[in-house]
């Protein structure tokens, strides 16, 4: 007795049966490959632009690169467009006053500066109050630290146009520069103009201004050194107060332990300029270092 033959499966070919599912994936065609292919290549390609300088022998895009570990940071760079004279003052003048922040060594800022005492400025905008402070006390260097490439273009220029020989523009982290490039009592000064407020609330840790910050500016000021911060965002400049105040080795320079009218020695920024005319309310708070 021969079997009973198996009944065929539905195929494509069987009349009134629906074919089979097709498959959730299709197979990679020759064209899917070419198209990740470019996509990786156009991937190493922004990745390199990112860590190559725009104009070369000019400020590193990512001086510390890799080498420092991640954290929460209270600036983020901007890429504005460079003007052709900015552009042609990063290219001439970057080589002899400029410096990239890569946390691989520590300043002679003696030999650096030719001995001047020398006050870290944080956060220059477009450099115009720095080369003003520069040229209005030629006898103190001024070692300012910003990330946007247009304005360190800008004040490099400006510095030269005033044959000012009393500003280095360093590009980069300030925070590794205070922590790996400076050595113990190096600085007779800290300026922080306008800082980023970070608003929100959940960004408040951003703010430049904390206590561990201030430990680690205490450790690079020399006693009698001063920290002068100015903001237009009051509750930022409670927190200034507030913070310097309570912390040990610094001391306010008002009795009364308030604010500071505006020195006359800080010029009146274009920023803080705009500020006024929105009605805000710029607050200086200085201390000394105990």
Known sequence: MNPTPETPGPTAETPGVPPETAPATAPETDGDTDAEARRAASFERQRRLRQEPRFPGGPAADPAGSHHERRIRSFQPRRSRVTTGQEDALQRLWPTWGLDIDGRGVLDLPTLF?????????GFGMGEATAQMAADDPVTGILAVDVHTPGQGNLLSLAER???SNVRVANGDAIILLREMLEPDALDGLRVFFPDP???KRHHKRRLIQPEFLDLVAQRLKPGAFVHCATDWEPYAEQMLEVLTAHPLFENTREDGGYTPRPAFRPLTRFEGQGLDKGHVVHDVLFTRR
């Open 198 to 200: 970070w608003p929100k």
């Open 162 to 164: 005033a044959g000012l």
């Open 114 to 122: 030719d001995g001047l005492p020398v006050v870290l400025e944080i």
